[in-house]
Protein backbone atom coordinates (compact mmCIF):
# COMPACT_ATOMS: atom_id res chain seq x y z
CA UNK A 1 0.00 0.00 0.00
CA UNK A 2 1.17 3.67 -0.29
CA UNK A 3 3.61 4.82 2.83
CA UNK A 4 3.87 7.89 4.56
CA UNK A 5 3.91 10.81 2.24
CA UNK A 6 4.42 14.53 3.28
CA UNK A 7 4.40 17.65 0.78
CA UNK A 8 6.07 19.95 -0.09
CA UNK A 9 9.51 18.22 -0.88
CA UNK A 10 11.34 21.21 -0.56
CA UNK A 11 10.74 24.97 0.22
CA UNK A 12 12.25 27.88 0.35
CA UNK A 13 11.11 30.89 2.28
CA UNK A 14 11.92 34.56 3.82
CA UNK A 15 12.68 35.24 7.26
CA UNK A 16 9.48 35.96 9.28
CA UNK A 17 7.37 33.91 6.83
CA UNK A 18 4.76 31.28 7.88
CA UNK A 19 5.04 27.65 6.25
CA UNK A 20 2.72 24.59 6.19
CA UNK A 21 4.02 21.44 6.01
CA UNK A 22 1.56 18.24 5.53
CA UNK A 23 1.93 14.58 6.13
CA UNK A 24 -0.79 11.97 4.71
CA UNK A 25 0.13 9.01 7.14
CA UNK A 26 -0.35 5.23 6.09
CA UNK A 27 -3.94 4.56 6.17
CA UNK A 28 -5.09 2.88 9.07
CA UNK A 29 -2.47 4.45 11.73
CA UNK A 30 -3.72 6.25 14.58
CA UNK A 31 -0.41 7.40 15.23
CA UNK A 32 1.75 10.04 13.89
CA UNK A 33 4.85 11.49 14.44
CA UNK A 34 6.72 14.47 13.22
CA UNK A 35 10.51 14.72 13.95
CA UNK A 36 13.31 17.62 12.76
CA UNK A 37 16.97 16.38 11.50
CA UNK A 38 19.36 19.01 11.18
CA UNK A 39 22.41 18.46 9.36
CA UNK A 40 24.61 16.06 11.32
CA UNK A 41 21.96 15.40 13.59
CA UNK A 42 20.22 13.26 14.82
CA UNK A 43 16.67 13.02 14.71
CA UNK A 44 14.92 15.42 17.46
CA UNK A 45 11.06 14.54 18.56
CA UNK A 46 8.95 17.58 17.78
CA UNK A 47 5.10 16.11 18.79
CA UNK A 48 3.01 12.91 18.30
CA UNK A 49 -1.19 12.33 17.88
CA UNK A 50 -2.81 9.77 18.85
CA UNK A 51 -5.83 10.14 16.80
CA UNK A 52 -6.52 13.74 16.69
CA UNK A 53 -5.33 14.31 19.97
CA UNK A 54 -1.37 15.63 20.82
CA UNK A 55 -0.67 14.64 24.52
CA UNK A 56 3.00 15.73 23.96
CA UNK A 57 4.13 19.26 22.62
CA UNK A 58 6.94 19.45 24.40
CA UNK A 59 9.32 18.73 21.63
CA UNK A 60 7.76 21.75 20.06
CA UNK A 61 10.67 24.51 19.94
CA UNK A 62 9.00 27.27 20.54
CA UNK A 63 5.47 28.77 20.42
CA UNK A 64 6.32 29.49 16.94
CA UNK A 65 5.62 26.02 16.05
CA UNK A 66 2.44 24.38 16.19
CA UNK A 67 0.39 21.10 14.50
CA UNK A 68 -2.65 19.57 13.97
CA UNK A 69 -4.46 16.82 12.88
CA UNK A 70 -7.90 16.16 11.35
CA UNK A 71 -10.03 13.24 10.48
CA UNK A 72 -7.25 10.92 12.46
CA UNK A 73 -5.43 11.67 8.96
CA UNK A 74 -3.50 14.45 7.59
CA UNK A 75 -1.21 16.38 9.83
CA UNK A 76 -0.21 19.95 9.45
CA UNK A 77 2.88 21.30 11.04
CA UNK A 78 3.26 25.56 11.06
CA UNK A 79 5.69 27.79 11.77
CA UNK A 80 5.10 31.17 12.16
CA UNK A 81 7.71 33.80 11.61
CA UNK A 82 10.18 31.21 10.19
CA UNK A 83 13.76 31.81 11.44
CA UNK A 84 17.36 30.94 9.38
CA UNK A 85 17.51 28.47 12.45
CA UNK A 86 14.80 26.64 11.29
CA UNK A 87 16.25 25.39 7.91
CA UNK A 88 16.27 21.49 8.24
CA UNK A 89 14.41 18.12 7.15
CA UNK A 90 10.98 17.57 8.74
CA UNK A 91 10.12 14.44 8.94
CA UNK A 92 6.95 12.72 9.57
CA UNK A 93 6.18 8.93 10.76
CA UNK A 94 3.05 6.83 11.40
CA UNK A 95 2.90 3.40 13.37
CA UNK A 96 -0.41 1.26 13.99
CA UNK A 97 -0.82 2.63 17.24
CA UNK A 98 1.28 4.26 20.30
CA UNK A 99 3.04 1.49 21.52
CA UNK A 100 6.12 0.41 20.50
CA UNK A 101 5.70 0.04 16.98
CA UNK A 102 7.37 0.26 14.13
CA UNK A 103 7.67 4.19 12.97
CA UNK A 104 7.23 4.59 9.21
CA UNK A 105 8.35 7.77 7.71
CA UNK A 106 7.65 9.84 5.23
CA UNK A 107 10.52 11.12 2.79
CA UNK A 108 10.36 14.61 4.51
CA UNK A 109 10.37 18.32 3.89
CA UNK A 110 13.29 20.26 3.36
CA UNK A 111 13.21 23.36 4.63
CA UNK A 112 15.35 26.42 3.93
CA UNK A 113 14.87 29.96 5.57
CA UNK A 114 17.03 32.77 3.22
CA UNK B 1 14.40 12.09 29.82
CA UNK B 2 16.57 9.75 28.01
CA UNK B 3 19.64 10.66 26.17
CA UNK B 4 20.90 8.30 23.67
CA UNK B 5 24.85 8.53 22.73
CA UNK B 6 25.79 6.91 19.41
CA UNK B 7 29.71 5.88 18.13
CA UNK B 8 31.42 6.15 15.80
CA UNK B 9 30.03 9.48 13.92
CA UNK B 10 31.94 7.86 11.42
CA UNK B 11 33.04 4.37 9.91
CA UNK B 12 34.73 3.16 7.08
CA UNK B 13 35.25 0.18 6.38
CA UNK B 14 36.30 -3.17 2.98
CA UNK B 15 33.63 -4.65 1.53
CA UNK B 16 33.33 -7.83 3.06
CA UNK B 17 34.63 -6.40 6.85
CA UNK B 18 32.20 -6.54 10.28
CA UNK B 19 31.06 -2.85 11.21
CA UNK B 20 30.50 -2.33 14.50
CA UNK B 21 27.70 0.56 16.07
CA UNK B 22 28.12 1.47 19.45
CA UNK B 23 24.71 3.35 21.86
CA UNK B 24 24.39 3.73 25.24
CA UNK B 25 21.36 5.31 27.08
CA UNK B 26 20.42 6.83 30.11
CA UNK B 27 17.09 5.54 31.62
CA UNK B 28 17.16 2.36 32.76
CA UNK B 29 13.67 2.12 31.79
CA UNK B 30 13.78 2.10 28.48
CA UNK B 31 13.10 -1.18 26.97
CA UNK B 32 12.97 -0.84 22.93
CA UNK B 33 15.90 -0.09 21.25
CA UNK B 34 15.24 0.20 16.85
CA UNK B 35 17.93 0.80 14.42
CA UNK B 36 17.40 2.87 11.61
CA UNK B 37 19.26 3.21 8.55
CA UNK B 38 19.20 6.22 6.17
CA UNK B 39 20.46 6.23 2.29
CA UNK B 40 21.59 9.33 1.59
CA UNK B 41 18.32 11.46 0.66
CA UNK B 42 16.01 8.95 1.62
CA UNK B 43 13.76 8.42 4.51
CA UNK B 44 14.93 6.28 7.65
CA UNK B 45 13.54 2.63 7.32
CA UNK B 46 13.75 0.37 10.25
CA UNK B 47 15.93 -2.58 9.50
CA UNK B 48 15.72 -4.09 13.27
CA UNK B 49 14.83 -3.44 16.81
CA UNK B 50 15.27 -5.56 20.19
CA UNK B 51 13.24 -5.50 23.16
CA UNK B 52 14.47 -6.04 26.40
CA UNK B 53 13.34 -9.60 27.00
CA UNK B 54 16.18 -10.35 24.41
CA UNK B 55 19.68 -9.93 24.70
CA UNK B 56 20.61 -10.39 20.74
CA UNK B 57 18.63 -10.37 17.51
CA UNK B 58 19.84 -11.33 14.12
CA UNK B 59 18.55 -10.93 10.86
CA UNK B 60 20.76 -12.30 8.24
CA UNK B 61 23.59 -10.20 7.73
CA UNK B 62 22.78 -7.68 10.67
CA UNK B 63 22.35 -8.21 14.25
CA UNK B 64 21.72 -6.10 17.32
CA UNK B 65 22.93 -6.85 20.96
CA UNK B 66 21.65 -5.48 24.36
CA UNK B 67 23.49 -5.00 27.39
CA UNK B 68 20.27 -4.07 29.77
CA UNK B 69 23.42 -3.94 32.96
CA UNK B 70 25.54 -1.82 31.11
CA UNK B 71 22.99 0.46 29.18
CA UNK B 72 24.34 -0.24 25.60
CA UNK B 73 23.54 -1.94 22.38
CA UNK B 74 25.04 -2.52 19.19
CA UNK B 75 23.95 -3.11 15.21
CA UNK B 76 26.76 -5.83 13.89
CA UNK B 77 26.41 -6.07 9.72
CA UNK B 78 28.51 -8.73 8.84
CA UNK B 79 29.85 -9.07 4.94
CA UNK B 80 29.48 -5.66 4.05
CA UNK B 81 28.27 -4.80 0.68
CA UNK B 82 28.69 -1.07 -0.54
CA UNK B 83 24.55 -0.97 -0.57
CA UNK B 84 25.22 -0.92 3.42
CA UNK B 85 26.84 2.59 2.56
CA UNK B 86 23.99 4.77 5.02
CA UNK B 87 23.69 6.38 7.84
CA UNK B 88 22.65 4.64 10.49
CA UNK B 89 20.90 5.39 13.92
CA UNK B 90 20.11 3.83 16.82
CA UNK B 91 16.65 4.83 19.42
CA UNK B 92 15.29 4.03 22.61
CA UNK B 93 12.45 3.93 24.18
CA UNK B 94 10.32 3.54 27.23
CA UNK B 95 7.30 2.41 28.48
CA UNK B 96 7.25 4.35 31.49
CA UNK B 97 5.40 7.25 32.60
CA UNK B 98 3.03 6.91 29.33
CA UNK B 99 5.84 8.13 26.99
CA UNK B 100 6.06 4.54 24.99
CA UNK B 101 5.54 6.32 22.00
CA UNK B 102 8.47 8.35 22.24
CA UNK B 103 12.22 7.64 20.70
CA UNK B 104 14.90 9.11 21.07
CA UNK B 105 17.35 8.66 18.51
CA UNK B 106 21.36 9.17 18.33
CA UNK B 107 23.11 11.32 16.03
CA UNK B 108 23.71 9.03 13.56
CA UNK B 109 26.93 6.68 11.88
CA UNK B 110 27.55 7.38 8.23
CA UNK B 111 28.82 3.90 7.08
CA UNK B 112 30.79 4.08 4.07
CA UNK B 113 31.64 0.34 2.61
CA UNK B 114 34.22 0.69 0.06
CA UNK B 115 34.69 -1.93 -2.49
Known amino acids: GAGVSQSPSNKVTEKGKDVELRCDPI?????LYWYRQSLGQGLEFLIY????????KSGLPSDRFSAERTGGSVSTLTIQRTQQEDSAVYLC????????????FGPGTRLLVL | GENVEQHPSTLSVQEGDSAVIKCTYS??????FPWYKQELGKRPQLIID?????GEKKDQRIAVTLNKTAKHFSLHITETQPEDSAVYFC??????????????FGKGTLLTVNP
Open chain 2, 91 to 104: AASSNSGGSNYKLT
Open chain 1, 27 to 31: SGHTA
Open chain 1, 49 to 56: FQGNSAPD
Open chain 2, 50 to 54: IRSSV
Open chain 2, 27 to 32: DSASNY
Open chain 1, 93 to 104: ASSLVTRQETQY
